[in-house]
């Protein structure tokens, strides 16, 4: 995956991408300068493929402002034509996709087959946007406070600006799973990529701009996390940030501290439950993809395998074979299931989590070895049982191609377990009992819980939110929920019938004693009304 080898990517295309990021470091009233460059590194060859602008706080200043002046006409655009922007993109998207799919695999590693799932990720998301936004954002008539004497209108105003910061391991679904909403929802939004994975995030404010974006509604600022996010969180009026659950605590504290809103996507260590009554062939095909896309570098990636004692062997057995199957791979073809982890840093963090678990008695069935013959930082897809329960194996996010598998005695047992986690954002169930499955789904703690899938079922489901209990974060992402996060909703009240006080020509006495029966009859009825709803089947 050398970038002189990317077959759609031209030479000078990186280079071209540096320059626009040079340019929107250097906007704004302030001409602020960016800093040195923060070089960017190819992982599956450790060639250093570019560099982009290391961004200050005068230069976040300069594009927040830059934004700011931008957003107040893209709010007064109407939503249909602020729908019609993205889903341009969309299709803008899905037109330079071979390019598109070389920058993601040249920047990140992973292999084409997973860069393929992550980036027709982008124009689904659009489509969600174009067929829902404006029923999401349009004025809704709610209960009033007098029915029949006032009315309520609840309308749905932008937040202004809206910071999105994003972690590199999908670097374009993660970015644009909070930027589109937002865009939609009248915000400008200035976007801090994660430093190691800048290239698809600038590519993208390009496509935005050749889909009608006005000037300066949507910007990248590169640099380094913790000098741009917290100017960034000071400077907006919302903060979407997905990354690690540590960032994540950071990031929320400023917010906070500002009194601005921030939804949070952060990590875990996804649990997966096989049921004594599993088709264990199938399930572990499942698995497999659940445990190992993108070499596990994925917040939804299973890390922890429950299984009741009765599939046990089978399920192992089958589990170990279809993980030996797996490819490792550095090409721009779609021959490898698994490309490249990030970087050193994260090759340590997967090599020392098993070797720490092995010492404690963990037994290795397959796997548990670095390939620098294949790419510097890849490593085997790799499967663990014996796992001792309170390893740190066991209990944080390795965020690699590793998982433990566990036997427990019935299913009970397996909730049990898949909840004994600090963390909640996504779970499976395997069973040949949808029914069941999806019951037991219920009782797990975790954000989306899929039944005989391992996550797409849940994160395909664009319309259904999406985010994290616990440790795993706040708010959610997708659907109405992930659009509405982006705007101050505003009540207007109205009466007809003046202002609601003591009215001037009734006794007060007497009108205490009739608003007392009305309202006691009013709740009456009310009461009665929801038991007819539901004897007649209206209301559960
Ligand atoms: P990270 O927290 O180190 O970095 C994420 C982003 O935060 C990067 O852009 C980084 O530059 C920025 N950042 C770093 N320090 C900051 C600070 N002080 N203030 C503001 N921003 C700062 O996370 P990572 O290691 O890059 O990403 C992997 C993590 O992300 C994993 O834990 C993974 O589970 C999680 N993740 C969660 C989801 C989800 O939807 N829940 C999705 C993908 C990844």
Redesign the pocket.
């Known amino acids: 995956m050398a970038l002189t080898d990317a077959p759609h990517l031209a030479a000078r295309r990186l280079a071209d991408l540096s320059d626009r990021a040079m340019r929107s470091a250097r906007t704004g009233e302030a001409n602020a300068a960016a800093g040195d460059g923060i070089d960017v590194v190819a992982p599956a060859t450790d060639e250093r493929i570019g560099s982009v602008p290391a961004c200050d706080a005068a230069a976040v200043d300069a594009a927040v402002d830059r934004s700011r002046t931008a957003q107040t006409a893209w709010e007064e655009t109407p939503v249909a034509e602020r729908t019609a922007v993205v889903d341009r993109f969309g299709d803008l998207v899905l037109g330079h996709r071979e390019e598109l799919l070389d920058v993601l695999q040249v920047e990140t590693g992973k292999s084409r087959r997973t860069a393929v799932e992550e980036l027709f990720d982008v124009p689904t998301g659009c489509s969600f946007l174009a067929n829902e936004a404006e029923a999401v954002l349009g004025p809704e008539r709610r209960r009033a406070a007098v029915p029949g004497a006032t009315t309520a209108t609840v309308t749905y105003d932008p937040v202004g600006v809206v910071g999105v910061?994003?972690?590199?391991?999908?670097p374009l679904t993660?970015s644009m799973a909070d930027a589109l909403p937002a865009l939609v929802a009248g915000n400008a939004v200035v976007l801090?990529?994660?430093?190691k994975t800048p290239y698809g995030a600038l590519a993208l404010e390009e496509l935005l701009e050749v889909a009608g974006l006005p000037d300066g509604v949507f910007q990248v600022v590169t640099g380094?996390?913790?000098t741009?996010?917290?100017a960034?969180?000071d400077r907006v009026d919302y903060v979407a940030?997905?990354?690690?659950?540590?960032?994540?605590r950071?990031?929320a504290e400023?917010a906070g501290r500002n009194l601005i809103d921030c939804s949070l996507?952060?990590?875990?260590n996804n649990p997966l439950v096989v049921l004594g009554d599993a088709d264990v062939d199938e399930t572990a095909r499942g698995a497999v993809q659940a445990c190992f896309s993108n070499a596990g570098q994925?917040?939804?990636a299973a890390e922890r395998i429950y299984v009741v004692d009765s599939a046990y062997d089978a399920f192992l057995e089958a589990f170990v074979r279809e993980t030996e199957r797996l490819s490792l791979g550095t090409g721009y073809d779609y021959d490898a299931d698994l490309g490249s982890l990030i970087d050193a840093d994260q090759l340590d963090r997967v090599e020392s989590r098993v070797d720490e678990a092995r010492e404690a008695g963990a037994t290795l069935l397959t796997g548990g070895s670095h390939r620098p013959d294949i790419g510097p930082f890849c490593y085997e897809p790799t499967v663990l049982t014996d796992v001792d329960p309170d390893s740190t194996l066991a209990r944080e996010?390795t965020?690699g191609p590793v998982v433990s598998v566990t036997p427990v005695p019935d299913a009970d047992a397996a909730v049990a377990a898949a909840n004994d986690s600090p963390y909640g954002?996504n779970a499976s169930v395997w069973t040949s009992d949808r029914a069941r499955g999806a019951a037991i789904a219920r009782e797990i703690d975790c954000g989306t819980v899929n039944v005989n899938d391992g996550f797409l079922a849940t994160w395909g489901a664009t319309d259904a939110p999406?985010?994290?209990f616990g440790d795993?974060?706040l708010g959610r992402?997708h659907g109405p929920e992930g659009i509405r996060r982006f705007v101050e909703p505003r009540t207007v009240g109205v009466s007809r019938v003046g202002p609601l006080a003591f009215p001037d020509r009734i006794p007060t006495e007497w009108f205490v004693r009739g608003a007392f029966a009305a309202i006691s009859l009013g709740r009456k009825a009310s009461r009665g009304a929801r038991r007819l709803k539901k004897r007649i089947g209206l209301q559960r």
């Not at 910061?165 to 999908?170: D, E």
């Not at 940030?241 to 994540?248: D, N, Q, V």
């Open positions: 910061i994003s972690p590199w391991n999908y993660l801090k990529p994660d430093e380094e996390g913790p741009v996010g917290p960034l969180i940030f997905t990354g690690s659950t540590e960032t994540g950071v990031v400023r996507e952060l990590g875990s994925l917040c939804l996010e965020f954002l999406m985010g994290g795993s974060g992402r």
